[in-house]
């Protein structure tokens, strides 16, 4: 079975770092889900489901192997059947926080540098309350995903 790899955690885990270095060192395509997880005309609208899982189904169909990121425990459930590996990222909220107060721009996200600036704060509070929610993007969750899944899993609790 080629690689086909879920990497999952809090915004500023390291999760674009890391699926980028497996993409680039074992020839994988590579799928961030913020991608098809948001409507594009309402960045702040999630997109219904089936169309992301209509997205999905489309890139695995053309990859053999792949990586696959994003915080989004609905959208991973449905690819858990056919990951060869889970990894969950959870270094603590401190070394999220430090990521992502250190993010470089993310040009297909923001369109300038202050934009993405200018959502810091709220970054860092959705951040802050990761262990705490009870929602798709939470601590929570994403434990259910990992302790659920039967395959080869590794948590990593830092980023050395």
Not at 63 to 85: F, K, P, R
């Amino acid at each position: 079975m080629p690689d086909r790899i879920l990497i999952f955690g809090n915004s500023g885990a390291g999760k674009s770092t890391l699926a980028k270095s497996f993409a680039s060192a074992y020839a994988l395509a590579h799928l961030d889900l913020d991608h098809l997880a948001w409507e594009e005309a309402d960045a702040a609208a999630r997109r219904a489901l089936e169309r992301s899982r209509a997205e999905i189904e489309k890139f695995t169909a053309a990859n053999d192997g792949w990586v696959i990121e994003g915080a989004y425990a609905d959208l991973l459930t449905m690819l858990l059947d056919e990951c060869s590996e889970l990894v969950f990222l959870n270094p603590g909220i401190e070394t999220c926080i430090a990521n992502c107060r250190a993010r470089p721009w993310e040009p297909h996200k923001y369109a300038d540098r202050e934009s993405q600036d200018r959502n810091l704060a709220f970054l860092l509070g959705w951040v802050r309350e990761y262990e705490s929610r009870d929602d798709e993007y939470s601590l929570r969750r994403h434990r259910w995903l990992f302790d659920r899944f039967n395959g080869v899993k590794r948590e990593f609790t830092t980023l050395s």
